[in-house]
């Protein structure tokens, strides 16, 4: 009898603890796991690292948690929809890191992959490369950019089985794939949970292996946010 | 003529970018201007546009009423799904991106100078972040800066030397603005290629603070506002 991932919403999120590194799927809001982001929001957690794309959209979203001080740092690549994160970082309340996004989505793959890091052209001659080692390849200069593992990865999609196996639909596929492979816990919020065997094999793009607590996708988060 | 932004000058640059795009090419436009010109590629080329956040020949912005909340573009609009289109994850994206798969990349800046040193992602006091254009600059195969040729307050966007954050170092191939195109190579740096009508040489020269040579066959009157 295989196991059953499903757990209710509150004993998953209980793993996260204060002082944790998270990832987070979703981009400015697409495939954003706003049924658990929102948990945390509520819950007693904070001194959080996180890595995702960027901080939401609007007001929902990662915001919601820098909002409530509970994210010490931010490592994302934008911040340009969601005004209440200048004033967070002005007030001092998170630091934000700036790591471009193809940077920061192999950081996350390499992590999963169990490797140590990559070399990426990205940056080089930026301030993103600045203090980091840099080689020569077949004359092109790249720098080492270090793997992140998390303790904690938050993912979403659109269905998922109760083995976490997970669809996502459409562009909300783009970090949560990934973002699901580099974390020692992985939670995902699934909007149609079904039995083993009901998902099209040939459309899974996140194996249940990655996967070790499947929620259902609560009250108005699912992703259907308004442009 | 008035500096800064109007819908004539961004489609007059669109425009002419347009026509820079080869049948078959795989083309990312940023925000912005770049956005623009998929509105005006000649009829009869198959112009590929990817979004990286993962949507492959994306196509314009939906209609109301005919939007999917999880098919957007790296701007979070909804848009269309063209035949043939397809969504691929983001570590895939930007191995995309990086591995040359990408035949161009058209994009907005806020300072470019005469060594193709884009600033784009950072102004004083406002956290946006570079998104992926850090990547794209690095990544694709042709990089296009598309701008105004001055800055709202009338001064020059094209400078002696960036002095904001660089977004990539020696990226910039082709810089085209509302008042004249350049293109740049190893030996000669940018070159002065065509003058849009209603600006002489001499109206370039004192807008401009980057150096650039002048074509032997330079193009006066080459392009401009739809008559």
Redesign the interface.
Known sequence: MPANKMIPLDEAVARVESGMTLAMGG?????SPLTLIRSLRDGDVEDLTIYA??AG?GDAGIVELIRAGKVRTLY??????TPA??EA?ERGLVE?V?T????L??ML?CGGAGLGGFL?????????AEGKEHVTVDGKVYFWERAVRVDVALVQA?AGDTLGNLC???????????VASCADYVIAEVEHVCCPGELDPEKI?TCGVFVDAVVRTTGDN????A? | MSAGSTRDTRCTIAARAARELKDGDVVNLGAGIPMLVANYVPDGRDVVIQAENGIVRCGPVSAPGTEEPDRRNAGNLPVELLPGGCYVDSATSFGMIRGGHIDATMIGTLQVDGDGDIANWQMPGRKIGMGGAMDLVAGARRVYVLTEHCAKDGSPKLVERCTLPLTGAGECDVLITERALFRRSPERGFVLEEVARGYALDDIRSATGMRYEVAEDVRLEAYGPAK
Not at chain 1, 27 to 31: A, P, S, W, Y
Not at chain 1, 100 to 103: E, F, H, L, S
Not at chain 1, 222 to 225: I, W
């Open positions: 981009f400015l809001g697409q495939g794309n960027d959209f994302c690549c934008h911040a340009g929809y994160v200048n970082v934000l700036w471009p996004q193809g940077n989505i192999e793959r990426t052209p990205t940056g080089v001659g930026t301030s993103v659109h996502h639909r459409g562009t909300a596929r783009n970090y949560n794939p990934i793009q699912a992703s259907r946010h442009a």
